[in-house]
């Protein structure tokens, strides 16, 4: 079970740092993935960070505004979003992965452990 905090609400072109844990052990050998859920909307993957390498991914909608890293001393994942909109505004969850690397990361099927999520409301 994976552990999200973080969120909350935030003014728009804000920042927000969200922080991924799992309850039993380390993230250090998962590749994790950031997935936003809008309401009456599908869980859309947003970023991701491969545990083959380190490499890192993100939808259009975050480049530029959103980097995701590894905490090595905790052995978690941190997300940081700057220059919020309202468009941000869902429930986020992280998704561990035991595989190295996935090519369809953005799909939320094949994950391993899932987070319970987390709120961030943007206000405009």
């Known amino acids: 079970q994976l552990v999200e905090s973080g969120g909350g609400l935030v003014q728009t072109g804000g920042s927000v740092t969200l922080f991924c844990a799992a309850d039993e052990f380390r993230l250090d050998y998962y590749s994790v993935g950031w997935f936003r859920q809008a309401p009456g909307k599908e869980r859309e993957g947003v970023s991701y960070i491969s545990s083959r390498d380190g490499s890192t991914y993100y939808t259009d909608s975050v480049k530029g505004r959103l980097t995701i890293a590894r905490d090595n001393d905790k052995g978690t994942v941190t997300r940081q979003m700057n220059d919020l909109t309202p468009e941000d505004t869902g429930t986020y969850y992280c998704?561990?992965?035991?595989?190295?690397?996935?090519?369809?990361?953005?799909?939320?099927?094949?994950?391993?452990?899932w987070g319970q999520g987390i709120q961030v409301t943007v206000s405009s």
């Open positions: 998704g561990a992965d035991f595989y190295p690397f996935a090519e369809k990361w953005w799909q939320p099927h094949g994950y391993d452990y």
